[in-house]
T-cell receptor
């Protein structure tokens, strides 16, 4: 069974540009989460989808971040316009079968904003 | 105060050593608990879930004490391949299942 995949693996952009990250969860997983790790800090929650619906976006830093999950399958996270402090590793995770179960992570997208 | 706190590390141990990681969490509403392992520049990978009764998986033993809000991981007979960062993670199922991570404890096992 394929795991969570993310694209791109790396992205280097300049301040003010737009970047879109993509996550494909494990097939059949209704829950999809985005997390971020900035340098020197712990991994932090950004938002949660159940199928195509946003359940919790309390971790989104500000309105420059927009997440979507078209048709309840893959998800995108767009940053527009990017700022220096957005640099970090963005992880996607998915799960199925309830909210207490373990989540499975993708390899992450390393975003560098210059 | 961080919601999940771990030993700061790093831990440097010889092969064959037993090593213990400690973790405390502040939110008593936390509902499930995990240890994840993260290799350098890789994603977190589930090592094991943690149950109140304690659970073991080969050389790894995890314990949970809900009263004191404390979680532990014991690695016996450590191998070179155990070198990684170990993440203590709590699940806020009453908040949609979001995970709260500790900052991680780095383990380096030397020959």
């Amino acid at each position: 069974e394929a795991g969570v995949t993310q694209f791109p693996s790396h992205s280097v952009i300049e301040k003010g540009q737009t970047v879109t990250l993509r996550c494909d969860p494990i097939s059949g997983h209704d829950n999809l989460y985005w997390y971020r790790r900035v340098m020197g800090k712990e991994i932090k929650f950004l938002l949660h989808f159940v199928k195509e619906s946003k359940q919790d976006e309390s971790g989104m830093p500000n309105n420059r971040f927009l997440a979507e999950r078209t048709g309840g399958t893959y998800s995108t996270l767009k940053v527009q316009p990017a700022e220096l402090e957005d640099s970090g590793v963005y992880f996607c995770a998915s799960s199925q079968g309830g909210l207490r179960v373990a989540q499975y992570f993708g390899p992450g997208t390393r975003l560098t904003v210059l | 105060r961080k919601e999940v706190e771990q030993d700061p590390g790093p831990f440097n141990v010889p092969e064959g050593a037993t090593v213990a990681f400690n973790c405390t969490y502040s939110n008593s509403a936390s509902q499930s608990f995990f240890w994840y392992r993260q290799d350098c520049r890789k994603e977190p990978k589930l090592l094991m879930s943690v149950y109140s009764s304690g659970n073991e998986d080969g050389r790894f033993t995890a314990q949970l004490n809900r009263a004191s809000q404390y979680i532990s991981l014991l690695i016996r007979d450590s191998k070179l391949s155990d070198s990684a960062t170990y993440l203590c993670v709590v699940n806020m199922a009453n908040q949609g299942g979001k995970l709260i991570f500790g900052q991680g404890t780095e383990l380096s096992v030397k020959p």
